[in-house]
């Protein structure tokens, strides 16, 4: 039995124009998204398992795009959270978050960081690291090649 809640995810980077119809056919699932052009924040509504999309999160890290998957908490079973990646990342990491998908970080967790020497500015910035994208775009095509295109030809 599953827990499907509200979700939503928020894209940045370059994606390869040849990943277009990829992209549109993952989005498809979700029905109010058909423009992959306008995939910046896609709004996956309460289709999502536990907040979940593996497929989607493997496509996005396979291309190098970098993104934010925020879920509603599910009272009783869990509180909303993050989950974030950039390229670089060994991981997806997860945080909490608020209504809106601010991060969020508990007493115990501020305790952890201090006990571990980490001063209040490093901790505002690594919060606002995980809301921090770059834009969402689709690399240009790279015109076909052709003989014509390569110079003569003998």
């Not at 040849?18 to 056919?25: C, H, N, R, T, V």
């Not at 993952?26 to 536990?50: F, M, P, R």
């Not at 989607?56 to 890290?61: C, G, H, N, P, R």
């Not at 990646?85 to 967790?109: A, F, H, N, S, V």
């Amino acid at each position: 039995m599953g827990e499907y809640v509200f979700t939503s995810y928020c894209i940045g980077g370059t994606l390869p124009a040849d990943k277009i119809a990829e992209l549109e056919e993952l989005i498809s699932q979700y029905s109010d998204h058909d423009d992959v052009t306008e995939c910046a924040v896609l709004t996956c509504g309460d289709e999502c398992n536990y907040g979940n999309d593996d497929e989607f999160d493997a496509f996005l890290i396979k291309n190098g795009m970098s993104f934010n998957r925020t879920w509603a908490a599910q009272p009783g079973c869990f509180g909303s959270g993050v989950a974030y990646w950039r390229p670089g990342m060994p991981q997806i990491k997860e945080i909490g978050c608020d209504d809106d998908g601010t991060p969020t970080i508990t007493l115990p967790e501020l305790r952890e960081l201090a006990k571990g020497g980490a001063i209040l500015e490093t901790v505002i910035e690594a919060l606002e690291y995980v809301n921090t994208l770059p834009p969402f775009k689709i690399a240009a095509a790279r015109p076909e090649m052709t003989a014509a295109s390569c110079g003569p030809v003998d």
